[in-house]
């Protein structure tokens, strides 16, 4: 069953951000990883009015997502946004109804 990053952002400083951005491509190759939405247009239709840009992104197993978030390489990358070039808060969710 596929997972999907949930993950919403503020950009605090876009030139060290891009060295994040820059990174990711081949990270999420290695794991997988399908880019289903990554900043573009957006209606806040209720929440705080904190971030600016808005991502999922999916894994073929909710595994896989926790493995590349966890990972060496994605760490690395995440030292530029971590340092405060941006905010983020992420969420790794399974796909599908686990209410049924």
Excluded: H
Excluded at 57 to 74: G, H, L, R
């Amino acid at each position: 069953m596929p997972a999907y990053w949930v993950a919403r952002s503020k950009i605090n400083d876009p030139v060290e951000y891009k060295k994040y951005t820059d990174r990711l491509p081949p990270i999420f190759a290695r794991y997988g990883a399908k880019i289903l939405a990554r900043g573009g247009r957006y209606q806040l239709m209720e929440g705080p009015d904190k971030f600016q840009r808005f991502v999922v992104i999916e894994f073929p197993t909710f595994d896989q997502a926790v493995a590349c978030f966890t990972s060496p390489e994605y760490e690395d990358a995440a030292a530029f946004r971590r340092s405060g070039a941006g905010e983020v808060e992420t969420i790794i969710v399974d796909g599908g109804d686990a209410t049924k």
